[in-house]
Protein backbone atom coordinates (compact mmCIF):
# COMPACT_ATOMS: atom_id res chain seq x y z
CA UNK A 1 0.00 0.00 0.00
CA UNK A 2 1.50 3.86 -0.87
CA UNK A 3 0.41 6.37 0.84
CA UNK A 4 0.99 10.24 -0.16
CA UNK A 5 0.02 13.10 0.87
CA UNK A 6 -1.34 16.07 -0.80
CA UNK A 7 -1.93 19.51 0.13
CA UNK A 8 -5.60 20.34 1.77
CA UNK A 9 -8.32 22.70 -0.62
CA UNK A 10 -11.81 23.87 0.11
CA UNK A 11 -13.07 21.22 -2.03
CA UNK A 12 -12.14 18.66 1.21
CA UNK A 13 -14.23 20.51 3.96
CA UNK A 14 -17.11 18.14 3.66
CA UNK A 15 -14.94 15.55 3.51
CA UNK A 16 -12.37 16.74 6.49
CA UNK A 17 -15.81 17.22 8.57
CA UNK A 18 -17.02 14.06 8.30
CA UNK A 19 -13.94 12.54 9.50
CA UNK A 20 -13.96 14.81 12.47
CA UNK A 21 -16.91 13.68 13.78
CA UNK A 22 -16.23 9.88 13.25
CA UNK A 23 -16.63 8.06 16.79
CA UNK A 24 -13.22 6.85 16.08
CA UNK A 25 -11.63 9.62 15.56
CA UNK A 26 -13.42 11.77 18.33
CA UNK A 27 -12.41 9.01 20.90
CA UNK A 28 -8.57 9.54 20.31
CA UNK A 29 -9.12 13.40 19.68
CA UNK A 30 -7.78 15.61 22.22
CA UNK A 31 -11.11 17.37 22.77
CA UNK A 32 -12.91 14.38 22.71
CA UNK A 33 -15.95 16.12 21.23
CA UNK A 34 -17.78 16.72 18.15
CA UNK A 35 -18.31 19.65 16.03
CA UNK A 36 -21.12 21.42 14.51
CA UNK A 37 -20.90 22.24 10.28
CA UNK A 38 -20.33 25.88 11.36
CA UNK A 39 -17.72 25.50 13.51
CA UNK A 40 -15.83 22.89 11.34
CA UNK A 41 -16.50 25.24 8.03
CA UNK A 42 -15.05 28.60 10.30
CA UNK A 43 -12.13 26.57 11.28
CA UNK A 44 -11.43 24.95 8.18
CA UNK A 45 -11.18 27.50 5.81
CA UNK A 46 -8.59 29.39 8.71
CA UNK A 47 -6.82 26.20 8.12
CA UNK A 48 -6.57 26.17 4.52
CA UNK A 49 -6.33 29.87 4.09
CA UNK A 50 -4.49 31.09 6.57
CA UNK A 51 -0.35 31.19 7.10
CA UNK A 52 -0.26 29.37 9.97
CA UNK A 53 -1.36 26.30 9.43
CA UNK A 54 -0.92 23.54 6.96
CA UNK A 55 -3.23 20.49 6.52
CA UNK A 56 -2.68 17.23 4.41
CA UNK A 57 -4.77 15.17 3.14
CA UNK A 58 -3.10 11.52 3.81
CA UNK A 59 -4.44 8.97 1.09
CA UNK A 60 -3.71 5.43 0.97
CA UNK A 61 -3.75 3.95 -3.17
CA UNK A 62 -5.13 7.24 -3.80
CA UNK A 63 -8.37 7.41 -1.62
CA UNK A 64 -8.47 9.85 1.17
CA UNK A 65 -7.54 7.91 4.19
CA UNK A 66 -7.02 10.45 7.17
CA UNK A 67 -4.45 13.87 7.46
CA UNK A 68 -1.66 15.12 8.66
CA UNK A 69 -2.01 18.96 10.40
CA UNK A 70 0.60 21.62 11.38
CA UNK A 71 0.14 24.29 13.08
CA UNK A 72 2.88 26.70 13.88
CA UNK A 73 3.44 27.98 18.07
CA UNK A 74 2.79 31.55 17.61
CA UNK A 75 4.27 33.99 14.36
CA UNK A 76 7.54 33.29 13.80
CA UNK A 77 8.20 30.61 16.23
CA UNK A 78 10.79 28.34 15.03
CA UNK A 79 8.07 25.30 16.46
CA UNK A 80 4.90 23.73 15.62
CA UNK A 81 2.63 21.07 16.63
CA UNK A 82 1.35 17.98 14.32
CA UNK A 83 -1.91 16.60 14.75
CA UNK A 84 -2.37 13.56 12.76
CA UNK A 85 -4.82 10.42 12.02
CA UNK A 86 -6.74 8.20 9.55
CA UNK A 87 -10.03 6.49 9.22
CA UNK A 88 -10.12 3.55 11.24
CA UNK A 89 -9.84 1.01 8.16
CA UNK A 90 -6.36 2.29 7.22
CA UNK A 91 -4.89 1.33 10.86
CA UNK A 92 -2.99 -1.05 12.26
CA UNK A 93 -0.44 -1.21 9.21
CA UNK A 94 2.25 1.32 9.36
CA UNK A 95 0.28 3.73 7.24
CA UNK A 96 0.00 6.42 9.80
CA UNK A 97 4.13 6.70 10.45
CA UNK A 98 4.75 6.78 6.68
CA UNK A 99 2.20 9.68 6.73
CA UNK A 100 3.68 11.33 9.55
CA UNK A 101 7.36 11.04 8.30
CA UNK A 102 6.35 12.66 4.96
CA UNK A 103 4.22 15.28 6.43
CA UNK A 104 7.27 16.26 8.80
CA UNK A 105 9.75 16.45 5.64
CA UNK A 106 7.24 18.75 4.19
CA UNK A 107 6.98 20.96 6.59
CA UNK A 108 10.51 21.00 7.44
CA UNK A 109 10.83 22.12 3.72
CA UNK A 110 7.84 24.43 4.14
CA UNK A 111 8.47 26.27 7.35
CA UNK A 112 12.08 27.13 9.17
CA UNK A 113 10.97 25.37 12.37
CA UNK A 114 13.17 23.69 13.92
CA UNK A 115 11.16 21.28 16.41
CA UNK A 116 7.55 19.39 15.61
CA UNK A 117 5.97 18.81 18.88
CA UNK A 118 3.23 16.03 19.11
CA UNK A 119 0.94 15.98 21.88
CA UNK A 120 -0.61 12.70 22.28
CA UNK A 121 -3.08 11.70 24.61
CA UNK A 122 -2.04 8.90 27.40
CA UNK A 123 -4.60 6.61 26.68
CA UNK A 124 -3.70 6.77 23.22
CA UNK A 125 -0.93 3.68 22.87
CA UNK A 126 -1.06 3.19 19.47
CA UNK A 127 -0.76 7.42 18.64
CA UNK A 128 2.22 7.32 21.17
CA UNK A 129 3.96 4.37 19.13
CA UNK A 130 3.07 5.57 15.99
CA UNK A 131 4.82 8.90 16.65
CA UNK A 132 7.81 7.09 18.30
CA UNK A 133 7.81 5.12 14.90
CA UNK A 134 8.42 8.00 12.98
CA UNK A 135 11.22 9.35 15.05
CA UNK A 136 9.59 11.47 17.61
CA UNK A 137 10.66 12.01 21.30
CA UNK A 138 8.94 12.00 24.66
CA UNK A 139 10.59 15.42 26.08
CA UNK A 140 9.84 16.32 29.54
CA UNK A 141 9.04 20.17 30.62
CA UNK A 142 6.82 22.90 28.97
CA UNK A 143 5.99 21.66 25.35
CA UNK A 144 2.84 23.54 25.89
CA UNK A 145 0.76 19.98 25.79
CA UNK A 146 -1.83 19.51 27.90
CA UNK A 147 -1.05 17.42 31.44
CA UNK A 148 -3.00 14.64 30.40
CA UNK A 149 -0.57 14.00 27.42
CA UNK A 150 2.63 12.85 26.09
CA UNK A 151 5.17 15.81 24.69
CA UNK A 152 7.12 14.13 22.14
CA UNK A 153 9.37 16.26 19.57
CA UNK A 154 11.16 15.61 16.49
CA UNK A 155 13.82 18.10 15.49
CA UNK A 156 14.75 19.53 12.13
CA UNK A 157 17.46 16.84 10.72
CA UNK A 158 20.60 18.76 11.56
CA UNK A 159 21.52 20.03 7.80
CA UNK A 160 17.89 20.12 6.61
CA UNK A 161 17.31 23.32 3.79
CA UNK A 162 15.19 26.09 6.15
CA UNK A 163 13.31 28.09 3.51
Not at 34 to 62: L, S
Not at 71 to 94: K, N, P, Q
Not at 139 to 145: A, F, L, P
Request: aromatic content about 10%.
Amino acid sequence: MMVSLRAATNSDARLVFGWRNDPFIVERGSSQKTVTWEEHEKWFQATVNGPERKMFIAEVDGKPAGQVRFDRMGSGSDRCVVSAYLLERFTGRGLGVEAIRQGCERIFRQWPVMQVIACVRRDNAAGLAGFQKAGFKEQTGDCGCPADHFSLVLRRPTGAARS
